[in-house]
């Protein structure tokens, strides 16, 4: 069957966008876009009969990846390049493209005239710190060594791409998996047109649709780090942890007999991590009695919303975690806590958004509206098409509301809708918002199956969103009221958060909505001196395991900041 030109096609949704209806009706946003710097191998979570019915070949791939579409920018350029690495991961190994004019002593895996593929090890990252000095140089990097490359190949096209690509072909055979076609094209259209441009099976996209929670194989617990190792914080219902008798409040001092002291967060989860159905052995640490667990790894469902109240300087307040806003049974889980809590005798709500990507904008809506009312607007929505741009406000939707104090937490990886009900309610000065600036992604994509190819969808950015004063967070993301980390002493991996700003070669610019309107936005101011006069500093270090939400700083000050609604 004779295929729609795809890139002609995808360049068409990216430049002019989708119609109104197709954008707002159909708005989602998923998890943070994959990084486009070399040298990342990026797996696949999903199994591969989500790429059964997908039917794209080499000739589908040179339609966009070739001497004329190459040349026509600096961007498009350097997107040929992140497309030809990106298909070359069919050769399972780590090739980097890189001029011939930088080859050096190096021995291509395979050389034209101006380019080569070569082999480069993949670098060994130990920290967040290194993560993020390793990609900021990649970045850099990018930028300079292609910089006359670039040029050069925009004057003089050859077929250099091209000739790459058909190398790869040929080494790896012409039974390549759909999806390193599919990877490759979406590189290109990350770096070319839209750093959030996406194209996935359709067929997994509607898996996606109808679940109803998040799972993950691993040991089940949530956990505070501490010197001496980590504190379990929460015990996940049907995990290898209850299973084994972990309890809240116990102390793990180390894993497989080696000692977590030192350690960071990402080396104690590496050791925790494993393989389903194998085991590790904890040493906890419960009172004044070490013990050794047994704990199996197991596929744990981890609950979407979940809610619990917490004792705060004689105040009952309800702590609300939400991972993300993808599933439609949200809501009414939602409403349903707020609801019951709301009844009760408390004195705020916590709303948990940290390490929340987002998800889809009406459910973003009608958690909002639980927060600031119905009919107040939770965000304006820029609509793109050929005729210009136009700004239309979503209103919120809820089937329950509360009026009691509320606190919301955030941190460098929420994103998207969760950047949308935190940005509401620092607007409207209906909360205060507590942790780290926001991950900074400003825009909304709309999907859409291809033309001719149904099998495959699209997703492009259809605009920004803007907060209800009409400002725009892409790039610089929400900031909290009260900026704290979650341990009172910063860890690298909250010091070297990657935002949307460090992700992208050419990220979207953030900008101020046309007549943004008019009134006293973001009034609220942190309450210091009541903060000051709590003592939290003291608080925090005098935890114990009987006091678990103390020693998560973040959730300290937004319990005391509930605490001090209405002080100065």
């Known amino acids: 069957m004779k295929r729609t030109s795809l890139f002609l096609f995808l360049t068409l949704l990216v430049e002019i966008a989708f119609s109104q209806q197709a954008a707002l009706g159909t708005v989602t946003q998923f998890n943070l876009a994959n990084d486009i710097l070399p040298k990342v191998k990026i797996q696949q979570a999903k199994p591969d009969d989500v790429w059964s019915d997908v ?28 497309a030809v690495q ?33 082999e480069m090890p993949v670098p060994a990252i130990a920290s967040a710190k290194e993560a993020y000095s390793y990609f900021e140089q990649m970045r850099k990097q990018l930028n300079s060594r292609f910089s006359s490359a670039s040029s050069e190949f925009i ?31 979406t590189k290109f259209f990350e770096m070319a047109r839209d750093p959030h441009t996406s194209m996935r099976p359709t067929k997994e996209l509607q898996m996606a649709s109808n679940e109803n929670g998040a799972s993950f194989v691993g040991i089940g617990i949530e956990f505070v780090k501490l010197e001496q190792g980590l504190i379990v914080k929460r015990v996940l219902k049907g995990s290898g942890s209850a299973a084994a008798g972990v309890l809240v409040g116990d102390v793990v001092t180390a894993v497989d007999s080696k000692v977590l002291k030192g350690l960071s967060d990402e080396e104690m989860v590496a050791l925790m991590r494993g393989v389903e159905n194998t085991s590790v052995k904890l040493t906890v640490q ?32 309800v702590y609300i975690r939400l991972t993300n806003f993808m599933y439609s049974n949200i809501c009414d889980e939602m409403a349903d806590i707020v609801s019951a809590w709301d009844k009760q005798n408390i004195s705020g709500f916590i709303l948990d958004l940290r390490s929340n990507p987002g998800g889809n904008v009406m459910i973003a809506s009608c958690v909002g509206g639980m927060f600031l009312g119905n009919n107040k607007v ?23 509301t ?26 409207y000065s209906r909360g205060y918002v507590v942790g780290q600036t926001s991950f900074g992604k400003g825009s909304y994509q709309g999907c859409q199956p291809l033309q001719n190819q149904k099998e495959l969808t699209v997703c492009s950015t259809q605009g920004l969103f803007f907060a209800p004063s009409g400002s725009s967070n ?13 341990n009172k002493d910063a860890q690298d991996g909250e010091t070297y958060a990657m935002r949307e700003a460090q992700m992208y070669l050419f990220p979207l610019d953030p900008k101020k909505m046309p007549n943004a309107p008019a009134g006293n936005w973001n009034q609220l101011k942190a309450p210091k001196q009541c903060l000051q006069n709590l003592k939290l500093d003291a608080v925090y270090d005098q935890a114990t395991s009987t006091s678990l939400f103390y020693k998560d700083y973040q959730l300290l000050n937004g319990l005391a900041a509930v605490n001090c609604w209405g002080a100065i």
Request: proline letters at 5%.
């Open 86 to 118: 990106a298909f070359a991961g069919a050769l399972n190994k780590n090739y980097e493209v890189i001029p011939v004019s930088v080859l050096n002593n190096q021995v291509p895996f395979y050389k034209t005239d101006r380019l080569a593929l070569v």
């Open 55 to 82: 039917s794209v070949d080499l000739n589908w791939l040179l339609g966009g990846i070739n001497s004329k579409s190459c040349a026509s920018s600096k961007k498009a350029y350097l997107g040929c390049v992140m």
């Open 155 to 185: 004057k003089s096209p050859n077929t250099d791409f091209e000739l790459i690509v058909t190398e790869i072909y040929k080494r790896a055979g012409p039974n390549i998996k759909p999806s390193f076609y599919v990877a490759a094209a």
């Open 474 to 486: 892409q790039t610089v993301g929400v900031e909290p009221h009260i900026s704290v980390y979650v």
């Open 286 to 317: 419960r009172g004044s009695v070490s013990r050794d667990l047994t704990v199996i790894r197991k596929k744990v469902v981890n609950p979407v919303v979940s809610s619990e109240s917490v004792n705060f300087n004689g105040q009952t307040m």
């Open 378 to 400: 939770i965000s304006y929505f820029e609509n793109r098409s050929m005729f210009g741009s136009q700004y239309d406000a979503l209103p919120t939707q809820a089937k329950a």
């Open 402 to 427: 509360t009026n009691k104090p509320l606190s919301v937490l955030i941190n460098a990886f929420s994103a998207s809708a969760s950047e949308l009900v935190a940005g509401a309610i620092r607007d």
